[in-house]
């Protein structure tokens, strides 16, 4: 499900665990993580706890709300990523800008991407 920008599920109570210590293990890993919290037995608090900390969403008793939860969950997740790309592709056209305007050789302009740390202008990723 990840590459689909979808990446947790969790139930609220668990065998000797619980949703809120499965987000808080999210926040650890990635907040960057689509996080819903299902249960019939979640309490107003505890979800208004969860949106607090984190969570992306959370679905109470009623399970056809399950799917437009996970669709949103989705969409939100993809344009996280299109706005981090174009603040990344930003990032990286600065810096070329930067570099061409304090007069540096063609061959020697060179901007940060996250895949190389270097990609020569007018050429391909080192």
Request: charged share 30%; hydrophobic share 35%.
């Amino acid at each position: 499900m990840k590459k689909r920008g979808f990446d947790l599920l969790s139930d609220y109570l668990l065998p000797s665990f619980d949703g809120l210590l499965a987000l808080k293990i999210r926040q650890e890993i990635s907040s960057e993580l689509s996080f819903i919290l299902v249960s019939g037995m979640l309490g107003e608090e505890v979800a208004i706890e969860s949106l607090m900390s984190g969570a992306t969403d959370y679905v109470k008793n009623r399970l056809e709300r399950l799917i437009p939860a996970v669709c949103c969950a989705i969409h939100e997740a993809e344009e996280r990523t299109k706005r981090r790309r174009a603040e990344e592709e930003r990032e990286r056209l600065l810096i070329r800008e930067r570099m061409a305007e304090n007069g540096s050789p063609a061959s020697c302009r060179a901007a940060a991407t996250p895949s190389s740390p270097w990609t020569p202008i007018g050429g391909s990723p080192t």
